[in-house]
């Protein structure tokens, strides 16, 4: 198994710019999470997924992010404009779906917003 | 290729040495705990889970003990090795199917 695959893996973009990132969860997972990793917050949970319906988004910073989830084996994360803030990496997991079953990391993308 | 920040306490510890990573929990309602390592530029990797109804789980030289009591966790690496350089989080989750909670994290750093 590939594991959970993100792209890209680095993304430098100027302020205002709309930022995509991807996400190809293990296949036969039924849940994906997008979390948010910076040195001030750690590892933040943005927004989940159970069987492709947004559970929670409590967790998405504003307006501009927005997350979609059109099949089993793909997510986007769209910043849209993006800012210098949104500056981190962004990391993509999957799970089974059970109850308490380990979350599965991709390697993350590197935002960097100019 | 960072990925986590300067001000995590950190462990060092000698090559052979055993580690002792330790978390505190938040809610005492929290059922089941995972303990991840995350290298340089990578996402973090499962290391080994308990539940709630144990207090010790052993894998491959790694040692996980839950104390409900106080709401401790702790990670124990047997004969650490420089591989096991990395940034340690605990993880707790309550409610059944929801998202893991995060800790802060703890950087071990191995002295060959």
Known sequence: ?114 | GESVGLHLPTLSVQEGDNSIINCAYSNSASDYFIWYKQESGKGPQFIIDIRSNMDKRQGQRVTVLLNKTVKHLSLQIAATQPGDSAVYFCAENFSGNTPLVFGKGTRLSVIA
């Open chain 1, 1 to 114: 198994d590939a594991g959970v695959i993100q792209s890209p893996r680095h993304e430098v973009t100027e302020m205002g710019q709309e930022v995509t990132l991807r996400c190809k969860p293990i296949s036969g997972h039924n849940s994906l999470f997008w979390y948010r990793q910076t040195m001030m917050r750690g590892l933040e949970l943005l927004i989940y997924f159970n069987n492709n319906v947004p559970i929670d988004d409590s967790g998405m910073p504003e307006d501009r992010f927005s997350a979609k989830m059109p099949n089993a084996s793909f997510s986007t994360l769209k910043i849209q404009p993006s800012e210098p803030r949104d500056s981190a990496v962004y990391f993509c997991a999957s799970s089974p779906g059970q109850v308490n079953s380990p979350l599965h990391f991709g390697n993350g993308t590197r935002l960097t917003v100019t």
